[in-house]
Every structure is written in structure tokens, then in C-alpha cells.
């Protein structure tokens, strides 16, 4: 046999000889003589092994070849947004125990994964002021698709009406998972919420995509008031220190949970929250903890609730959620710890300040101007001399990652992210980056 | 107050909650360095968040508590049928943490994350080598997800060629749970297709089943019954010459690495769970990624946005998105689970070709060993050479003694070991689907052997043993039905 050894196979040719004498047969070609002989074996067109030296140095060097958010200073949100992660967040999530635990379906050996998933539970409900939660969804765009599915089932009414301010990639994806259903979408104009009489739900996003606050004690009697339920997707940093969706009685709340203890990772893995009021229990998809008692009478946690789930129901099943995000969620818990009471809302409030800070500094320079009237948290638009693609790529050979391009849905529009993370200097800088790049076209017009 | 085991072992699960204490906290925060701004309208704010006010060192003790109540491959042999739980190597976390792959914003420009969209495009072609296949988008955050992609992929594929009557999936009977549900969640009507007597597709009832609105058939091969399916060029044959579409569900694809490219079998589309074949952690569920392969005619259909090589301006290689011209859409906001692809790669290209090749090997290998030592102790339902996994069935137990799969696998438990997979595939009774892959030891295997055999004896001798197993573990077993009955979701103040 070749003399590769795999570190992470422990067979040797001595053991393979051994176990297949044990097995009653020649060779290990002879186990796999049911795959048709014509496809058999075939060739394997992919590298040699590399050594885990030559792979580390190769693998840095395409992690070094994209500018990075820290190294260079970020301006871009849309969804994603780049906080601080105190360390003990990854020095737990680490741990092999967590790490490379299966799914708990064996309770008496999965305690810490359960019980860390009940205080995940836990936070989302304290956070969203709702009263039950699972222990999450693949992110906050799918949580939010699958929250429309289940006002669905819920109302049993099959239009979906979604607020235009909701981020159009959560449109997207609403999309892909309603096609094939007899479930249609709708998108309402803001300040005419005119919903039918068979809308399951309305759909809205708090702050929303543009970073603005909605009044939602009016959408939500707008929804109410036409018998649909109350669908929020929430900023989970926000609501440090503005009102839970439970006080404006949402029915089923959901929020990208990247924002809390998650790092930005190129889009994922994330977590999406997903909580509701407790008489919708039964319809939420997803895996739920539950504590109950052991036949010695002592605390524990189970995977409860099940017979909603796929490998019960199979194709009745509210979702056909399996493999979620346990240890992003895990993430998400020891951050909101970590932060608790007061660190929840000084984050909030930092972002907010610093956002206002950065607005009213770009507002100053010429060309550039904020096109939306309202209160904003942490991001907001500003309406730029020339197109944003443009001013990004400039902004980037400065050491820049500008905002994000929203041309499409604001003249020149680019979506301003700031966050805790975003010093003083970086915002100045970036103040000035944009009067640089603003005067140059004038000159070069004159 | 009385200090006994029992007490401290209560008070250290004590929830967060219940250790909060007014003030403390468990992190620091920077002052801020610009002019306040106005607050909001009051009626905006929140009057206060209850969270838990502790101090990192609490948080450090409580959590690193927790998790030494869990199993893990860290800790533990966890041979669990259809879940292929391998090792977790080390250097996938070191490179995933690196700052230029964590840190990178999803609404980056493409060409200043040109190395993120390097590694994606050339995980793209490895799984497309591997697996035979033509095609892949990465996008899909999970198995389940993977196969709702192929299901709509499947759908649109047809509804382009305006064949609108096939509404209709075929499911095997020994199939995950998660099949049906996403075929269900993709539009189709699900009907079951039946195994025969030696675990194959039963032809004749495929034959029964196949017409004009047959959609597709979605099959796990190996089959969840570790087999490997004898039959299945006549079954993708069949269904091919009845216009469906062949869904590989890539759950059991390990046993398959360097044996046999499902792409030339002829499937039109499969998922791969990164985290059970291209050992990426289960993390205590989650997160996966299923990223979809796919052959010529579903190629027009793929979860967008995938990634395209082209030549720069400079003459080099430049990577940028691509949406496929029919796409189905998106799967998620971003562009998937990229945390994952960067460990999935790591491994292929640790192992490269020679590694790659031998996976499927050691683990029919070790598979089929543990067959051929506990046949005898254990009902074998199938008594063929099986691939990367074995179903055993507790049946005889369960005559003679009272003893079901439940209890043999809460005593394995007792001896340090994770159990089987249970009670699934739901075709064979008191199912135990044991599953060591190939980063296992034949020490360890036969550890495992000897312990099988043992419970096998206890079960004779002494069925109570089995009944209150597990013996050693934090909590003995819990009451499920109460937790179903009288839900406690979270905490409440006491």
C-alpha cells in the first residue's frame, strides 16, 4: 500500500490484514464488490497531501490576501456588523466538550449542551420580551422566512405582507423558501400598510434595513386590527436599550443573532433568535429545550417538544430543520453573560452616539447629504456625489471599507454601519476620506 | 443548612439568573470618545433589560462546569449510525480564527476578499471532483437545507421545461427524517417507495410508483441500512427513463470516498454534510453546511451566489460571484457557512489525493469488523457486507429478556461510550446503527466489541442493570413526558 499515513486515520496495514482475516475475506476490494465493477475506483484528480506546515503558510497567505475589517477601518453593515468579542467567548466555545458534542439526543450525556441551550432560551426571551424561544435557526434571514411559513399555519391564511424597509436580502431568501408553497408575498409601501383580509402576518425589521426606527406600536395594531399576526426581526444590539417587541405585543419575534458574540466570517455561521408568545408554541420550528426532572428527582434537560420536529413528523413537520447552530447559539449566550445588564446597554449606547457622531460629521461635508428624516441606531443613509462603487474603491486604497452600496434603492445611496468598534479617528478620517474624494470630482469638473 | 454531594452538585447548575448579582459584570467597555447625541423619544427606550450581572471568572467556572457534563469525540468513542462522527482536527479551528477569515465583512467588494473567494471556488471544484459531479454551490447552511435546495432545484427544473404535472417525490422507507420534510417544503407530494428483503430498492414497487408526474427520487446510498444498494443503475434507470430527477442524499457519502463518484452512477444532484464526511465539528448541533453538487441539466438552477474564476485586468486569476440564470435564490442572507469551507478544505487538502482515497476504505474496514464480532450477540437483519455502518437490531433482547435498544444504549453509556444510533432506520425494529468511521483504532473497536458482548451477557443476568442505566452520569434518565407536557422554556423568577 502507498505510504501516506493519514494523522487523523490510525489503521495500519498490519491492523487492515487483521481485521479483514477477522472479517473472512482477502482484501478491502472485496467489501466493496457491490459498487458496479465499471465505476469502481475511480481516479482522484485533486493535490497530493500537504504537510500541515505548507498548508498553514498557503492558507495565510489567502487570509492575507482580503483587506480585513480591524486592519482596515469598516464602515459596512447590512446586516452584519462587526463588535467587539470579549475573549472568554472563544475560549469556551473551544473546549472539545462543546465543540465536538453531537446533537443532544441522549440527555443524561449532554447536560452541558442542553442546559447551555435553556439559558440561550432564556436571554432570547429576556431580550425580544417574549415568553418562549428555540435554540435557533440558521441565521436571521431563514429565521424570518420561517416565521412567515408559521403565521401561515397559524392564521391559515397564505399572503405574507412584508414592510419595503425590510433588507432585500431577507426578501430573497422569504422568497426561496415560499415558491413552491401556497404561500404568497407581498411588499407594502411604508406609511400605507393597506393588508388584505387573508394576510397571515406582517413583516417588519426594527431598526430596518436603512437603519431607521419604524413605529411599531402603529404597525402592530395596523396588523392586529386586520386579524394578522405581528412579525418583527429585531437588531438584537439595539434592544440594549429600546423597547422589546413583547412591549408593542409582537406575536413571533426573530432577530440575526450575528451581532451579539458572532464573528463576521464572511456571512457565517451565524444564528438567528427566534422567539414567540407562548400559545403559538406548538407551530414554532426548530429544536426547543426543556427542563423536567430525572427518576431521582433532580433538575435536568431534555430536547422537548419533538413531535414537531422532522425526524418525528417527516413530512408533516413544522420545518425540516435538523443540524442548526448549537455552538454559534452557545456563542450568542456567553456573550449576552458576559455583557449582562449594563454591558447590553452601553454597547447600545455607544454605537448609537458614535453613528450620530459620524452623521453629523459627514452631513458637514459638501455634496453629501442624510436623504432620511428620522431616528436612527447605528446605521444610516447618506446620499454621496457620486456613485458609492466609486467612492468604495477610493475609500479602500485609503485603508477604507466604506459603506454599503444602496444605489439601487437610494439615488447614490451608501448604508453607514458604526459600531462601538469605530474610534474617533477612524470616523474623522473617514469624514475627510469622503471631502477628498468629493472635491477631486469638482475639481476635475472644473 | 446540610452540605451533601447531592446539594453542590445542584448549586453548580444554578442558572445564570440565579447567580446575577447587582453590579458585577463580566466585561469592560471603552469611554466614549464623541459628543453624546440626544436620546431617542422615552417612548422608544426600554425601561430596563433583566440579564444576568456576573463576573467573567463566574462565567468561565459555570460554562467549563457545563461542558464536562457533555460527551464528546474529544472525550469519548461515538459510534453513531448515519451521523459520522470522526475526529475534529485541531488545525481547522486555528485556521477558521484566523483574522483574515473571521474578520471579513459578507458585503465586501469581491476584490478586496479575493482569498475567501479563492478557497470557495476551489472547494467548489474538490467536491465536484469527488463526488463526480459538475456543479456546486456552498451556499445551503445544513444537510436539511442542502436537500431543500435540490428539492426546488428539482422543481424549477421542470417547471422550466413547462412539465407541470410532476408533482410527485419517491422516498425509500429507510430514508432521514429530513427527506420528507424537505421535499414536503419544496411542494411535492412525498409517497414512500419500499425496501425488498435484502435492504435494496424494491423494483417492482418502484416500477408501481414511476409515471408522468413523477418529479424525482431522493436516496441515500449507502443506504441508512449500510448497504450498499445493489440495484441502483436499474433504479436511476428507471426513474430516469420516467423523466424524475435522482437526489443524493450525501449523509452516508464517507463510506463512498475514492470507491465510487455518485455523478457517474448518473444522481443529479446531492449534498454534502461538511460536517459529517469533511469533519467539520457538530458543535452539540450545529453548525453544518450543505453545500449542493449538481450534473448538466440542474446546473442552470444552483443557490446563488457561487463563485466564478476569471482573468483579471492584470492577466491574473480574479474570483467573483456568479448567479446561476434560473437560480433558485438564496439560501441564506450571505453566501453560506464560509467558517465551515474554510475546515472542509483544510482536510481535503491535508489528506489529498491518497488520504481522500483511503477514508471510504478504513471505514467499511472498521464497519464491517464490528459486524463480523458481534454477529452472533446481536440480531444482524441484513447479513450482507455492509459499508460504513452496520444495523444491528435488539430484537432478540427484547423476547427474551425485556431488554430494548434504549436500555442497551443507556448502558453503553456506563462503560464511557456514546450509543448507537436508535430505533432508526424505522424498517428494522430495535434498531442500533453503529457507525466507528475510520478515525477509530481497532483498540478502540474492540474495546467496544468486548463491551457489546458484556451488555449482551448483563441482559441475561440481570436486566435491571439495563432498565436504570445509565448508573454514573449526572442525571439519571429524565422525564420526557413531563417536559412535553408542562413546558419550562426559560427561566422565570422564582
Not at chain 1, 447552530?325 to 447590553?344: D, F
Not at chain 1, 469605530?422 to 470616523?427: A, F, G, L, S
Not at chain 2, 484566523?98 to 475567501?116: C, K, L, R, T
Amino acid at each position: 500500500m502507498d505510504r501516506f499515513s493519514s494523522p487523523y486515520s490510525p489503521n495500519t496495514d498490519a491492523d487492515r490484514k487483521k481485521m479483514l482475516d477477522a472479517i473472512g475475506v482477502k482484501s478491502v476490494d472485496d467489501l466493496f464488490k457491490v459498487i458496479p465493477a465499471q465505476y469502481r475506483n475511480p481516479k482522484l484528480n485533486i493535490p497530493e497531501p500537504t504537510a500541515e506546515m505548507d498548508l498553514k503558510r498557503e492558507l495565510e497567505a489567502m487570509a492575507n490576501a482580503n483587506a480585513v475589517p480591524g486592519k482596515f477601518a469598516c464602515f459596512l453593515g447590512g446586516g452584519a456588523y462587526r463588535h467587539h468579542i470579549p475573549s472568554v467567548v472563544k475560549a469556551i466555545i473551544s473546549r472539545g466538550e462543546f465543540l465536538t458534542s453531537y446533537t443532544p439526543y441522549q440527555p443524561e450525556i449532554s447536560q452541558g449542551t442542553l442546559q447551555t441551550a435553556y439559558e440561550f432560551q432564556t436571554l432570547v426571551c429576556q431580550l425580544t420580551g417574549m415568553e418562549v424561544a428555540n435554540t435557533g435557526m440558521y441565521d436571521g434571514a431563514t429565521a424570518l422566512a420561517e416565521a412567515a411559513l408559521m403565521a401561515a399555519r397559524l392564521t391559515r391564511r397564505d399572503k405574507i405582507a412584508v414592510l419595503e424597509t425590510v433588507s432585500p436580502k431577507y426578501l430573497k431568501v422569504i422568497q426561496t423558501y415560499s415558491q413552491a408553497l401556497k404561500v404568497n408575498y407581498y411588499v407594502v409601501p411604508a406609511g400605507q400598510e393597506k393588508l388584505d383580509d387573508d394576510t397571515a402576518c406582517l413583516l417588519v425589521q426594527q431598526p430596518n434595513f436603512y437603519g431607521y426606527m419604524e413605529d411599531m406600536a402603529k404597525l402592530s395594531e395596523r396588523a392586529h386590527s386586520q386579524g394578522a399576526l405581528f412579525v418583527v426581526s429585531a437588531d438584537p444590539t439595539s434592544l440594549g436599550m429600546l423597547k422589546s417587541p413583547g412591549e408593542y405585543d409582537a406575536d413571533i419575534v426573530v432577530s440575526e443573532g450575528q451581532a451579539v458574540g458572532v464573528p463576521l466570517s464572511f456571512g457565517g455561521p451565524y444564528t438567528g433568535f427566534f422567539a414567540c408568545k407562548e400559545k403559538h408554541l406548538r407551530q414554532m420550528p426548530g429544536r426547543i429545550v426543556g427542563k423536567t426532572v430525572d427518576s431521582k428527582g433532580r433538575t435536568g434537560y431534555v430536547l422537548t417538544l419533538q413531535t414537531r420536529e422532522q425526524h418525528i413528523r417527516r413530512e408533516k413537520a413544522t420545518s425540516n430543520i435538523c443540524t442548526s447552530v448549537a455552538l454559534i447559539a452557545l456563542m450568542s449566550t456567553i456573550y449576552m453573560s458576559a455583557m449582562g445588564k449594563q454591558g447590553m446597554k452601553k454597547v447600545a449606547e455607544l454605537c448609537y452616539h458614535k453613528a450620530h457622531y459620524a452623521a453629523s460629521q459627514i452631513e458637514k461635508v459638501p455634496g453629501y447629504s442624510l436623504p432620511i428624516k428620522g431616528t436612527f441606531f447605528r446605521e444610516f443613509v447618506v446620499k454621496c456625489p457620486l456613485p458609492p462603487a466609486e467612492i468604495n474603491k477610493k475609500l479602500l486604497e485609503q485603508g477604507i471599507i466604506g459603506g454599503l452600496d444602496i444605489s439601487k434603492q437610494v439615488p447614490n445611496g451608501m448604508l453607514i454601519a458604526v459600531t462601538e468598534t469605530n474610534t474617533k479617528e477612524e470616523i474623522d478620517a473617514l469624514a475627510a476620506a469622503l471631502k477628498k474624494i468629493a472635491s477631486g470630482v469638482a475639481a476635475a469638473k472644473r | 443548612m446540610t452540605i451533601t454531594r447531592e446539594y453542590l452538585d445542584q448549586n453548580n447548575r444554578k442558572l445564570l439568573m440565579d447567580r446575577s448579582v447587582p453590579g458585577r459584570m463580566g466585561t469592560t467597555l471603552p469611554k466614549l470618545d464623541v459628543p453624546a447625541a440626544p436620546l431617542p423619544d422615552k417612548s422608544m427606550l426600554r425601561d430596563s433589560l433583566e440579564f444576568p450581572e456576573v463576573t467573567e471568572n463566574e462565567i468561565v467556572r459555570y460554562f467549563t462546569q457545563l461542558s464536562q457534563l457533555n460527551f464528546s469525540i474529544d472525550t469519548q468513542f461515538y459510534p453513531l449510525g448515519s451521523c459520522t462522527m470522526k475526529y475534529n482536527p485541531k488545525l481547522h479551528e486555528e485556521m477558521s480564527f484566523q483574522p483574515g477569515f473571521a474578520n471579513i465583512h459578507p458585503n465586501q467588494s469581491a476584490e478586496s476578499v479575493q482569498g475567501a473567494l479563492k478557497l470557495m471556488y476551489d472547494l467548489q471544484g474538490l467536491l465536484c471532483e469527488i463526488t463526480g459531479m459538475k456543479g456546486a454551490s456552498l451556499t445551503p447552511m445544513a444537510g436539511a437545507d442542502g436537500e431543500l435546495a435540490g428539492m426546488l432545484m428539482t422543481r424549477a427544473y421542470h417547471q422550466s421545461r413547462g412539465d407541470l404535472k410532476r408533482t410527485k417525490v419517491l422516498i425509500p422507507d429507510s430514508a432521514h427524517g429530513t427527506n420528507p420534510a424537505s421535499a414536503a417544503m419544496a411542494g411535492f407530494e412525498v409517497v414512500t417507495l419500499k425496501s425488498d428483503a435484502n435492504g435494496n430498492t424494491d423494483l417492482e414497487a418502484l416500477k408501481s410508483l414511476v409515471g408522468p408526474d413523477l418529479a424525482g427520487l431522493m436516496i441515500t446510498l449507502p443506504s441508512t441500512l449500510g448497504l450498499f444498494d445493489t440495484n441502483i443503475l436499474e433504479v436511476v434507470r428507471i426513474v430516469k427513463e420516467n423523466g424524475g430527477v435522482i437526489y443524493g442524499d450525501g449523509a452516508n457519502l464517507n463510506a463512498l470516498l475514492g470507491r465510487v463518484k455518485l455523478g457517474e452512477l448518473g444522481f443529479d444532484v446531492i449534498h454534502s454534510n461538511l460536517h459529517k464526511t469533511f469533519s467539520t465539528p457538530h458543535g452539540g448541533g450545529g453548525p453544518g453546511a450543505g453545500p449542493v453538487m449538481v450534473g448538466e441539466r440542474l446546473a442552470p438552477f444552483l443557490p446563488a451566489p457561487i463563485v466564478a474564476k476569471k482573468k483579471g485586468d492584470d492577466g491574473k486569476d480574479a474570483y467573483d460571484y456568479f448567479y446561476p440564470p434560473q437560480t433558485i435564490g438564496k439560501m441564506g442572507a450571505f453566501q453560506g457557512n464560509f467558517g465551515m469551507f474554510i475546515r472542509a478544505y483544510t482536510f481535503i487538502r491535508l489528506l489529498g489525493n491518497t488520504g481522500i482515497d483511503k477514508i471510504g476504505k478504513d471505514a467499511v474496514i472498521n464497519a464491517n469488523y464490528v459486524q463480523s464480532q458481534l454477529k452472533g450477540y446481536y440480531h444482524l437483519p441484513y447479513d450482507r457486507t455492509c459499508m460504513h455502518e452496520v444495523v444491528f437490531s435488539a430484537k432478540n433482547l427484547k423476547k427474551a429478556h425485556d431488554v430494548d435498544a434504549l436500555d442497551v444504549a443507556k448502558r453503553l453509556i456506563d462503560y464511557n461510550i456514546h450509543p448507537p444510533t436508535m430505533y432508526f432506520p424505522l424498517i428494522v425494529e430495535q434498531a442500533l446503527m453503529i457507525e466507528p468511521t475510520e478515525s477509530e483504532s481497532v483498540e478502540t473497536l474492540d474495546t467496544f466489541i468486548e463491551v457489546m458482548k458484556t451488555i449482551a451477557q448483563e441482559a441475561k443476568d440481570n436486566p435491571e442493570l439495563l432498565h436504570d442505566a445509565p448508573h454514573n452520569t449526572p442525571n439519571t434518565r429524565l422525564d420526557e413526558a413531563r417536559a412535553a407536557r408542562k413546558p419550562d422554556l426559560r427561566w422565570k423568577k422564582a
